[in-house]
């Protein structure tokens, strides 16, 4: 079973989060979306919330789980039997950063792959930050994240619908 780790902060999970979850889908057998703790004091969103969010947005896709963790991924992954981590990339920027980790998790657990998949034209310009500073401006992500996400967000800003 060729099981694949796709790990992030995910503050909150986006519509691009999700194209690249469904791309994984065919793949692997089984996607592991491994939410990471410690970034609590800058998040927007707890990781319990971050968590639940992600896991209501792929309840579509059976062999897709979500968890948390609080390790390093690389040990994550190899708990849980991985032969790769996902990645995704929207520009140059994020290749240098990538490719940096992929270096290190590589002297650190050489039998896993990190794989990098392309974000999709129509999610180029999608970020977790980004959803958040516009929506705390009051603009309406509803065509960027799921309807249970925009509806978390509006909540948290004061945004009532």
Avoid at 44 to 71: Q, Y
Wanted: no cysteine; net charge neutral.
């Amino acid at each position: 079973m060729r099981i694949a780790v796709f790990p992030g902060g995910f503050d909150p999970v986006t519509n691009g989060h999700l194209d690249l979850v469904r791309r994984m889908t065919h793949l692997f057998d089984r996607v592991i979306v491994a939410v990471v703790k410690g970034r609590e004091k800058g998040s927007l969103f707890s990781w319990e919330e971050r968590i639940e969010m992600f896991r209501k947005a792929v309840e579509d896709l059976p062999n897709v789980e979500v968890e948390g963790f609080d390790e390093m991924t690389v040990d994550f992954a190899r708990r849980k039997g991985a032969v790769a981590i996902v990645r995704g990339i929207r520009a140059v920027s994020d290749f240098e950063a990538e490719f940096d980790m992929a270096m290190m998790n590589r002297k650190m657990a050489p039998h896993l792959e990190s794989v990098y998949l392309m974000a999709s034209q129509d999610f180029l310009y999608i970020s977790a930050s980004r959803i958040r500073e516009v929506a705390r401006l009051g603009y309406d992500v509803k065509d960027l994240v799921p309807p249970h996400v925009r509806t978390a967000l509006r909540r948290r800003f004061g945004f009532e619908d």
